[in-house]
């Protein structure tokens, strides 16, 4: 799950952006240019177990592994966390996944009140 650019922009000037790439944090679109947007908080995501899970950036990566393909940059295993749904006829299986998203205070972040509209991309990758 991607931020928006705007989104990631902001993360990482706040440090909300690790050296995968990946965003703790997904903040509002126009966080900290609209009066009307909530500032010092964000929506965390985490998977069915309850492991915090981290948002896919826009930057790349500044390790020298691979990062495109960790946790760290949020990207995860399409069945890890996935459970069966429905028929495995004619070669098709179905998944369900359940994520949480939860909206908390940032890591030394002064709650303000307002809105919160924030965009994310539900990506797939195929290798």
Not at 16 to 19: E, F, P, R, S
């Given at each position: 799950i991607q931020t928006s650019?705007?989104?990631?922009?902001k993360a990482l000037g706040l440090g909300?952006?690790?050296?995968a790439g990946g965003v703790s944090y997904l903040l509002s679109d126009s966080y900290g240019t609209d009066s009307r947007i909530a500032t010092?908080?964000?929506i965390s995501l985490s998977d069915s177990n309850g492991s915090t899970m981290n948002f896919v950036g826009w930057g790349g990566c500044a390790q020298t592994q691979d990062c495109l393909t960790?946790?760290?940059a949020g990207w995860y295993p399409i069945l890890t966390g996935a459970s069966g749904n429905g028929s495995h006829s004619a070669g098709y299986n179905n998944y369900v996944h359940h994520f949480t998203a939860t909206l908390k205070k940032l890591p030394n972040g002064h709650p303000t009140a307002g809105k919160i509209?924030?965009?994310a991309?539900?990506?797939v990758k195929i290798q």
């Open positions: 650019l705007p989104g990631y922009l909300l952006v690790n050296t010092g908080v964000g960790t946790a760290d509209d924030a965009t991309y539900v990506l």
